[in-house]
């Protein structure tokens, strides 16, 4: 190949490649206090390549993940363990999770792990991801590498004694 062509080909890579980094920038993210938790980084580097149809990307902090682009799945790792809590509760998949739906106005949920030390908090779009779907992607990591506290979801019903009969 003469010179001036291979020049021109390298020109023309060199100017292809900003625009396919665009494609594929990292989603930048905050860590969790304990995000350095041996059992934190056993989960982030197990990780699934897809949830919901939504492929990953990189993240910039430790025991982040992030899926879709735009992103529609942020999920971090080394939060401290919820206490008893209002929010639903709802076991799945071997995992319990508070589900808040706060910001259900703006398509999000945000997903809790209770019982698990220390804790993973999902954030989803929900017009884009499954709440079910991320569930069944990262339960079985969660409850292989998350020791469980032994707290549990329980119904409201379960918390407060019922009256009891009078004689």
């Known amino acids: 190949m003469p ?61 982040t993940g992030a899926w879709g682009d735009p992103t529609a799945i942020l999920m971090t790792c080394g939060l401290e363990t919820p206490g008893p809590s209002t929010l639903p509760c709802r076991p799945f998949n071997g995992v319990d999770w508070l589900v808040d739906e706060s910001q259900a106005a703006e398509n999000r949920y945000t997903l809790t792990t209770f019982g698990r030390s220390p804790a993973v908090q999902v954030y989803l779009d929900y017009k884009e991801a499954s709440s079910a779907d991320v569930a069944q992607a990262l339960g079985p990591l969660i409850s292989q590498y998350l020791p469980s506290t032994g707290a549990v979801c329980t119904s409201a019903s379960d918390a407060t004694p019922s009256p009891s009969p009078t004689p």
């Open 3 to 63: 010179r001036s062509s291979r020049l021109l080909a390298l020109l023309a890579a060199a100017t292809l490649l900003p625009g396919l980094a665009a494609c594929s920038t990292t989603v930048a993210m905050q860590p969790a206090k304990n995000a350095n938790d041996p059992a934190c980084a056993e989960i982030t580097s197990r990780l699934p390549q897809t949830i919901s149809g939504q492929n990953r990307r990189w993240t910039d902090a430790q025991s």
